[in-house]
């Protein structure tokens, strides 16, 4: 399917504050969006993947599709929120992807979107269940929000900047295909840059560190390139971030972001790590050495770098297993520091300090 993409003229008032890849979770959403005190004037920006992985799908949808009648909200299709192309544009595949991840309950996820809807009119997800009569009965009873869906174009391209949930695909934007816009993985690793800037989500930003990693919006000047995914719901130490434009024009950025992780103080110093290695999904594959009720000891199997591992973060079958993004850096931290707790172990807490993960040996206060 061709790409979508809507031209809009941006006030000149207020501010421009861009979200993405809320995974359906509302309650950080709303925690955001209390931080950002919004005023009348500002624009806010949705950069796709609203919904999926979380809890609550419908409900985020329809909180965007409400504030969208009481504020300037502007959004564009994820490759997580495109569902209306499996009701209104459906073929014999997308029947069966759509009974698949209906019957997989959300892969491993929370609900997604259409199992959320069969919920709420009765509608039973089973192996013998009519797909006709499946869109039927939900496209009867979900008009409004498919439609909210359907209206969504893949990239707003406006003055100064271009939104758009993956990235900007190569070649002529007439030709450009929606897929290649919302599904479009590392685009930051990709070397290109740009007249206007672009802002994506998709891709968690941690995806782009080194042996060490940082949640925050990653913004490259030179390319101009703004790449905001936090790892909502994602990632175990993830974070809703929200990029802020302070005016149309502004490339003076700053952001916000949001997670429920309790903040502490450091009471004493620690130096940082020499060395260390940051795990990540898609290159997450170990071995277990030593297997231990609290940590493993384990070895990336790529780079056969030994390190211990939340036993709670391995998963898959026995043998060589996959973890959850993972690190053994310890944080450079001073007295009064103040840190987001995310795991407290009997040997040191998890935190985060400035968006940046790492452990931390001392005492909090
Ligand atoms: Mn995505």
């Given at each position: 399917m061709r790409a979508v993409i809507e031209k809009v003229k941006l006030p000149t008032e207020g501010r421009i504050i861009a979200i993405s890849d809320?995974?359906?979770n509302l309650p950080y959403l709303r925690g955001l969006l209390d931080k950002l005190?919004?005023?009348?004037e500002d624009t806010l920006v949705f950069c796709g993947d609203?919904?999926?992985?979380?809890?609550?799908s419908l409900e985020t949808l329809r909180y965007v599709m409400r504030l969208s009648q009481e504020r300037r909200v502007l959004a564009v299709q994820g490759n997580c929120d495109c569902w209306q192309n499996s009701i209104y544009r459906a073929t014999g595949r997308s029947d069966m992807y759509t009974k698949q991840y209906l019957l997989s309950n959300g892969?491993?996820?929370?609900?997604?979107l259409l199992a959320q809807m069969c919920g709420e009119i009765g509608f039973g997800i089973s192996e013998s269940m009519d797909m006709n009569e499946f869109r039927r009965e939900i496209s009867a009873a979900f008009g409004p929000e498919f439609d909210f869906l359907e209206a969504l174009p893949h990239v707003i391209l406006t003055d100064h900047y271009v939104f758009v949930h993956g990235g900007i695909p190569k070649g002529r934007p007439e030709e450009w295909d929606s897929w290649d816009c919302m599904k479009n993985d590392d685009f930051l690793g990709q070397g290109r840059s740009f007249n206007r800037w672009i802002i994506v989500g998709h891709?968690?930003?941690?995806?782009?560190?080194?042996?060490t990693v940082c949640a925050n919006p990653i913004i490259e000047r030179e390319r101009k390139i703004i790449s905001i995914d936090?790892?909502?719901?994602?990632?175990?130490?993830g974070q809703l971030n929200a990029l802020i434009?302070?005016?149309?024009?502004?490339?003076d950025f700053a952001f916000e972001h949001y997670d429920r992780f309790p903040v502490r103080t450091v009471k004493t110093a620690q130096a940082g790590s020499e060395k260390s290695a940051y795990i990540r999904w898609g290159d997450n594959l170990v071995r277990i050495l030593e297997r231990g009720e609290e940590f493993s000891r384990c070895m990336?199997?790529?780079?056969g770098y030994v390190l211990d591992i939340l036993t709670k973060y391995l998963y898959g079958e026995s043998g060589d297993v996959r973890c959850n993004d993972c690190t053994d850096y310890v944080l450079p931290l001073e007295p009064g520091d103040r840190v987001s707790v995310v795991e407290e172990t009997s040997r040191s807490c998890l935190v985060k300090h400035n968006g940046v993960t790492g452990w931390y040996g001392g005492e909090l206060l």
């Open positions: 809320v995974h359906a005190r919004l005023q009348d609203l919904m999926e992985k979380g809890g609550y892969a491993g996820w929370g609900p997604g891709w968690p930003v941690v995806l782009y560190g080194g042996d936090g790892g909502c719901v994602l990632k175990d130490d434009i302070p005016h149309n024009g502004s490339e990336h199997i790529r780079t």
